[in-house]
């Protein structure tokens, strides 16, 4: 049986799921005059579906990564495809490469993939792989290891905590259903954010099914469809945790300024203090140990004085990934320094900080460097 199909098409839908070809090889078939190309991994799924006008032809499982490599070296616009039991074939102008059927087959349950009738976009994506850092690691804390996602009406909200910060969202989505809030793999979703490789205003469609969530979208003529777990079914109740925030003054900051900030944080080691005096956000790195510091200030033309904040310099660096920062963040700092403190970009992030050890602020007779 032979499938003739275009280099274009072929080697794009074999590039959006590199990221998931591995031990389990690559299934090919052809079903109602559609080429269906399906990988799996323990950390989700993928699925490309490209129109074809050809017989049927049952599953045959490859070496995906070799047969990417064929597909990219060949000079023709169109490739013929020979389909047979031993495995397939890609017959070039000049030459003729074969791939053999592997003898392990991989779990097919293309049921996971389901119905993708509500839109988000591909900066709402971004924003919920960005709060995957603040799931937690732990594997004796399940009801925290992955992104907890749930719809109703037009919203879909999300949320991720690993106990000391966390990250939460509200994304507007046409034509969702509601569904009951279940945990899902944050690692299965960020494979699919990495092959779907989504610009920012581009419509992505999602779906919920018994066991997954399904994220597709269409490029060049093929449908790409990439299925995230369910995990688990228990989550904190984060909003009543979120109703009993209370904050003060409120000021923002540009996220490359921070990060700069976060680069010399890391390098003196130690842990951070932040605070507002007068008009200007101060942010000191300090390591007492090794008596070093590295000192910051942004002027924010706020008046008034904040709680002087706490924090480890390795949680807020996943704070201010965790808020998918979108050019800026805002800092809500708390009424008391033992409080979290809000920081927003694309989600919002409680931090809870350490216990402070300063007696007295290092910042109130400091005058700005210019």
Wanted: hydrophobic share 40%.
């Amino acid at each position: 049986m032979t499938l003739k199909i275009s280099k274009t098409e072929l080697a794009g839908a074999l590039n959006a799921l590199s990221s998931y070809v591995g031990k389990f090889g690559l299934g090919v078939s052809v079903q109602d005059n559609t080429l269906y190309l399906f990988a799996y991994t323990d950390d989700g799924s993928a699925l490309a579906r490209i129109p074809c006008n050809c017989p049927n032809f049952e599953w045959v499982y490859v070496d995906g990564t070799a047969l990417s490599d064929v597909v990219k070296l060949a000079d023709d616009d169109v490739l013929e495809m020979h389909f047979s039991e031993a495995g397939l074939s890609l017959k070039f102008r000049n030459s003729t490469s074969e791939l053999r059927t592997l003898s392990a087959t991989m779990p097919l349950d293309l049921a996971r993939f389901c119905e993708t009738t509500a839109l988000i976009k591909g900066n709402d994506l971004g924003a919920l792989s960005a709060m995957t850092e603040a799931a937690s690691t732990d594997e004796t804390r399940p009801n925290l290891k992955g992104i907890y996602l749930s719809a109703e009406g037009d919203t879909l909200t999300a949320a991720a905590s690993d106990g000391y910060i966390l990250s939460y969202t509200s994304i507007n989505a046409e034509n969702l259903t509601t569904v009951k809030g279940a945990l899902y793999s944050a690692k299965a979703l960020n494979r699919a954010k990495r092959a779907i490789k989504p610009s920012e205003d581009e419509p992505i469609a999602i779906g919920f099914g018994a066991g997954s969530i399904t994220l597709s979208t269409r490029r060049d003529g093929v449908n790409f469809l990439c299925a995230v777990p369910r995990v688990g079914d228990g989550f904190p109740d984060f909003k009543a945790i979120v109703k009993g925030i209370k904050t003060t003054l409120e000021v923002q900051i540009e996220t490359r300024t921070l990060d700069a900030f976060l680069k010399r944080a890391s390098a003196m080691g130690g842990s951070i203090y932040m605070q507002v005096v007068n008009g200007f956000l101060w942010m000191m790195a300090l390591n007492t140990m090794e008596e070093r510091k590295s000192l910051d200030s942004v002027a924010v033309g706020v008046e008034g004085e904040s709680p002087l904040m706490h924090y480890a310099i390795g949680l807020f660096k996943d704070v201010s990934k965790a808020c998918a920062p979108n050019g800026h963040v805002t800092l809500k700092f708390p009424l008391q320094n033992n409080g979290p403190m809000l920081i927003e970009g694309g989600a919002t992030v409680a931090a809870m900080p350490l216990m402070c050890e300063l007696k007295e602020s290092p910042f109130k007779d400091l005058q700005p460097a210019f």
